[in-house]
């Protein structure tokens, strides 16, 4: 019996319409036949199959053997044993709910300008900027807000410069699939590339890697992952903030979740927003996910804990080992032993386990078999 080839086929009944698909686009960057394309209008956020070659849910390029959406998915069947094992050579134990890692830090920059802008004391951007001024990477796939910002619309943007690295820093809490701005960055010939996401786009370049997905793998050379519960859909603004608490999105100036929704605007206000309240807002590709703490980045990040200016950095690779401890060595960033907010560590592990939980009984038994869910 020949060897089992999933194609398009499989990935739309087990992930895309199989309640696993976290919309990260990952399938649709790699597809050389451009017959996938991406939605997200209306809180959908998935990847869809042109009603050609095969239509909807078959494709005619799969069928005659083309397999490279499934390998590129970082959710598709064993994923997440096959990614530990290509990052790490093994598999992980039982007690690293949070992933494999090498050591935690608080950190920040030491760049006041990038901590005033920043979130979490700046220290995303500023390994962002180290990367590409040590030709690390050539440009970073990143969210901005479209247009003025006033929208608070998050689109996948390739960032080539400081300026425009600058530009993408905080938080949106909304959706952006940035690795959508790969096809951006080839056109320019950018081919050392950095992505910054959330857990399930920091682990498209593993997934890529460990299942060979072809020349697109190979230009993804850093990924930086940001530790997130969930995020929600681009309504949240009208449908909560301005209905109920009469806050426009185009007065919004800055928003972090400290326990709540914190938003400043432009006008010098101050407002939170209880987190339940935006439950029925949560965006439905996060609904199944169990990673929280984006566990097949170089580098995690999270503003978790007591410190608002501090960063938690979750250091995974060799490679995330080196940029942290050059930039330290060149006085770029400072940083404390987690071992000063140990609340921040517990904080990190109880919120993987509750993400744990998400995963269905019925999906892959490698994500249950190696952390238990207690």
Same mark, same amino acid.
């Given at each position: 019996m020949p060897p089992e080839k999933p194609q398009w086929k499989e990935l739309y009944s087990e992930v895309v319409t199989g309640g696993l698909c976290t919309g990260c686009s990952a399938c649709v960057i790699v597809c050389p036949h451009d017959v996938l394309k991406y939605e997200d209008s209306d809180g959908i956020y998935k990847p869809y199959h042109l009603d050609i070659d095969g239509g909807k849910a078959d494709c005619t390029h799969g069928q005659r053997g083309c397999t490279l959406c499934?390998?590129?998915?970082?959710?598709?069947?064993?994923?997440?044993?096959?990614? &530990?094992?290509?990052?790490?050579?093994?598999?992980?134990?039982? &007690?690293?709910?949070?992933?494999?890692?090498?050591?935690?830090? %608080?950190?920040?920059?030491?760049?006041?300008?990038?901590?005033?802008?920043?979130? &979490?004391?700046?220290?995303?951007?500023?390994?962002? %900027?180290?990367?590409?001024?040590?030709?690390?990477?050539?440009?970073?796939?990143?969210?901005?807000?479209?247009?003025?910002?006033?929208?608070?619309?998050?689109?996948?943007?390739?960032?080539?410069?400081?300026?425009?690295?600058?530009?993408?820093?905080?938080?949106?809490?909304?959706?952006?699939?940035?690795? %959508?701005?790969?096809?951006?960055?080839?056109?320019?010939?950018? &081919?050392?590339?950095? %992505?910054?996401?959330?857990g399930c786009q920091a682990s498209v370049p593993g997934a890529l890697s460990s299942r060979k997905a072809g020349k697109t793998s190979k230009r993804f050379v850093l990924s930086i992952g940001l530790l997130c519960s969930k995020t929600f859909n681009d309504s949240i603004f009208d449908e909560l903030f301005d209905a109920t608490y009469n806050i426009k999105r185009e007065s919004i100036k800055k928003m972090n979740i400290k326990g709540v929704f914190q938003i400043w605007c432009h006008d010098g206000s101050y407002h939170e927003v209880p987190l339940k309240e935006a439950h029925k807002w949560t965006r439905e590709g996060c609904k199944s996910c169990p990673d929280f703490a984006a566990e097949h980045a170089d580098i995690s990040a999270g503003g978790i804990g007591k410190y608002s200016d501090w960063t938690l950095l979750v250091i995974r690779t060799q490679k995330g080992e080196e940029i942290v401890e050059d930039m330290l060595a060149k006085g770029l960033i400072e940083t404390k032993p987690s071992t000063e907010d140990p609340e921040a560590v517990e904080l990190m592990n109880k919120l993987s386990r509750i993400s744990r939980k998400r995963w269905p009984e019925s999906a892959s038994v490698s994500v249950r078999r190696h952390i238990p869910v207690r």
């Open positions: 499934t390998r590129a998915c970082p959710r598709f069947r064993d994923w997440e044993s096959e990614i &530990d094992i290509f990052m790490h050579e093994r598999n992980r134990n039982d &007690d690293e709910v949070s992933g494999i890692y090498r050591s935690l830090v %608080l950190a920040r920059t030491t760049d006041q300008s990038l901590n005033d802008i920043g979130q &979490d004391g700046g220290v995303v951007s500023s390994i962002l %900027l180290y990367a590409l001024e040590n030709d690390i990477i050539n440009g970073a796939l990143i969210s901005t807000l479209e247009g003025d910002g006033t929208s608070w619309k998050a689109v996948p943007t390739v960032a080539t410069t400081k300026e425009e690295i600058i530009g993408g820093a905080g938080s949106r809490y909304t959706y952006s699939a940035n690795p %959508l701005a790969y096809f951006e960055a080839a056109e320019k010939g950018v &081919d050392r590339l950095a %992505l910054v996401g959330m």
